[in-house]
Nanobody, 120 residues
Framework: QVQLVESGGGLVQAGGSLRLSCAAS????????MGWYRQAPGKQRELVAT???????DYTDSVKGRFTISRDNAKNTVYLQMNSLQPEDTAVYYC??????????????WGQGTQVTVSS
C-alpha cells in the first residue's frame, strides 16, 4: 500500500506564505501525476494544481501567479509554495498522487489533509 504524509499547513495573515509538502511511501513502482486539491467549508473539493512526472504544471485560475507546485522524484514528494495568500484560500488542502505499485494497476491515493487558514 501507499502512505501519504502531508505537512506545512497553518494559520497565516493575508499576504503571507506557506509551503505544503506531501511525501509518498510504500512499495512504489512509479508516480505519474501529483497534485493538490482543496476544500473550503460548504464547498466542493476543487483542483488547485497538478504536476506531471515530466514537470508540466497546471493551475486553477485563482492561484496562477501566486502558487507554485513542484516535486522531488527521488523523494516521492510534492510541494505547494503558496504566496500572497488571501482569506479565500482558506481550506483543507489534500495531496493526490497517481501511483503504480508492483502487480497492481495504477490508482489515485489521497493525503489526510492539512488545514490552511488565512486571516484578514
Amino acid at each position: 500500500q501507499v502512505q501519504l504524509v502531508e505537512s506545512g499547513g497553518g494559520l497565516v495573515q493575508a499576504g503571507g506564505s506557506l509551503r505544503l509538502s506531501c511525501a509518498a511511501s510504500g512499495k512504489i513502482s512509479s508516480i505519474s501525476t501529483m497534485g493538490w486539491y482543496r476544500q473550503a467549508p460548504g464547498k466542493q473539493r476543487e483542483l488547485v494544481a497538478t504536476i506531471t512526472s515530466g514537470g508540466t504544471t497546471d493551475y486553477t485560475d485563482s492561484v496562477k501567479g501566486r502558487f507554485t507546485i513542484s516535486r522531488d522524484n527521488a523523494k516521492n514528494t510534492v510541494y505547494l509554495q503558496m504566496n500572497s495568500l488571501q482569506p479565500e484560500d482558506t481550506a483543507v488542502y489534500y495531496c493526490n498522487v497517481h501511483v503504480k505499485l508492483p502487480i497492481f494497476p495504477a490508482r489515485d491515493y489521497w493525503g489526510q489533509g492539512t488545514q490552511v487558514t488565512v486571516s484578514s
